[in-house]
């Protein structure tokens, strides 16, 4: 189903318009019919709420509209279900929804004016309402750059299903949602997994079940890393004159590298995080993603790098800028250092997979220091548990991701086996 709100081309002396429904269920011409609301089109919006608060009866307005999304949605799937869903079939229902709402009474409107006066549940009203409640009832718990996240999925909802509500979703429009941003958006599979766990969240959060919502559209991807070569040779690299900027951005790469810190721990770094320990000095702070505690020791280049910038203001410890700058200069560097050995990348769109070959720079992030601390780690041979404890994960499976990250012990290690195996002094 297809339904959007939209203005009649007719308008009133006072330049008001009507406010028409149309409903789409896959015949060549859609359903229209009057909502009975009038509205100037200085005020009026296509994407819900459709209703600027500053015209009058804005709230009013905007709740009939809320219920006709709803109420037109539910007829449309009880068609559905009973295998006659058409026009002639729809018109009727919608015309009875609109004039139970407008207080016009006809046939049968006694069981639409029970619907209406019944409080909604959560779980009944649209996916829009459902996540407002959501991100006030988690703004003493997430960062408001996390809470503001979710509306872009909500976005996707609406423009796929609109008015759709939590208690509308089944198996069938889960696979229905899928299909589209595969066919019909640019999306990879990974990102479609972000959007079927946000689906998640607010169902949940309108304690609906959602343990039958299979999200296996998430595939692995190999993280973007430096390695120890690689990352010496952007140390002893040298800048250009006049790249102050890059210098600094440097330096806060390279010290991240070194000590896994991801960028929002970096750029909330401060002097009294740092403490004496026995042999190296530490960083100990909570980190701003898990809240979980870390200890971090220093090594002597870090020392160097955090020396350069004694200076800084407020116990500031890092020349941290946005993420966004961050990110381009980091490619600029890298590119600059010759950090440019091919990476593979691999997405999946549906089925088909997509491959390109891109230098590493290219593909390289701020969270590309992260990746490489965690491989210097497994290279210098520390235990699982101990990678754990050092990039502050909760759990072993999100540090097994780190691990594997150097091949070269293990190929080193499968050169040596096949020798002993040609030569017969494998033991068995």
């Known amino acids: 189903m297809k339904l959007r709100f939209y203005l009649h081309s007719k308008a009133a002396s006072d330049g008001r318009r009507p406010v028409y429904v149309s409903i789409g269920v896959g015949e060549a011409r859609p359903v229209r019919s009057a909502t009975g609301v009038v509205v100037h089109p200085k005020y009026f919006n296509e994407l ?14 905007n709740d009939r509209l809320d219920e006709i999304r709803l109420l037109v949605g539910r007829a ?16 009727p229902q919608v015309k009875k929804i609109i004039s139970e709402l407008t207080g016009r009474k006809t046939k049968g409107s006694e069981a639409v004016a029970a619907e209406v006066a019944k409080a909604r549940p959560l779980a009944e009203q649209p996916f829009r309402a459902v996540y407002q409640q959501w991100k006030e009832e988690k703004a003493g718990k997430f960062t408001a750059d996390y809470l503001n996240k979710g509306s872009q999925y ?7 299903d609109p008015g759709c509500t939590p208690a509308a979703v089944d198996q069938r429009w889960v696979n229905r949602y899928t299909s589209y941003l595969v066919k019909e958006t640019p999306m990879f599979n990974n990102t479609i997994a972000q959007h079927i766990n946000s689906l998640r969240v607010l169902m949940q959060f309108a304690g609906l079940p959602t ?12 993280p973007v890393y430096l390695t120890q070569q690689e990352l010496e040779q952007l140390i002893a690299w ?3 004159a006049g790249k102050g900027s890059w210098d600094r951005q440097k330096d806060v790469f390279v010290m991240r590298c070194l000590t896994g810190l991801r960028y929002s721990d970096a750029a909330a770094l401060l002097r009294p995080h740092i403490k004496a320990a026995a042999a190296l000095r530490m960083i100990r702070m909570d980190q701003k993603k898990t809240r979980s505690a870390v200890q971090i020791p220093l090594l002597p280049l870090v020392e160097i790098i955090l020396a350069k910038y004694e200076h800084l203001p407020a116990g500031q410890v890092l020349p941290v800028i946005s993420r966004q700058q961050t990110g381009g200069i980091i490619k600029e560097i ?17 089925t088909v997979k997509h491959e390109a070959v891109l230098p590493k720079w290219q593909a390289a992030s701020t969270h590309t220091a992260r990746h490489t601390y965690g491989a210097l780690l497994a290279r210098m041979k520390l235990h699982p548990l101990q990678i754990m404890e050092k990039m502050g994960h909760k759990d072993l499976k999100s540090t097994m991701k780190y691990t594997h990250l150097e091949h070269e012990a293990t190929e ?6 096949w020798d002993k195996l040609q030569s017969g002094k494998l033991e068995d």
């Open 211 to 222: 343990k039958w919502i299979d999200n296996d559209w998430e595939h692995d991807i190999e």
């Open 334 to 350: 890298l590119k600059a250092a010759g950090i440019d050995s091919p990476y593979m990348q691999v997405r999946y769109k549906g």
């Open 412 to 417: 080193q290690q499968m050169i040596e086996g």
């Open 76 to 91: 449309v799937r009880q068609l559905e279900d009973a295998g006659t869903l058409s026009n002639a079939a729809l018109l």
């Open 154 to 160: 909500v976005d996707w909802f609406e423009t796929f």
């Open 48 to 61: 819900a709420p459709h209703i600027h608060r500053s015209a009058d009866g804005a709230t009013s307005h």
């Open 238 to 240: 040298q800048l250009p």
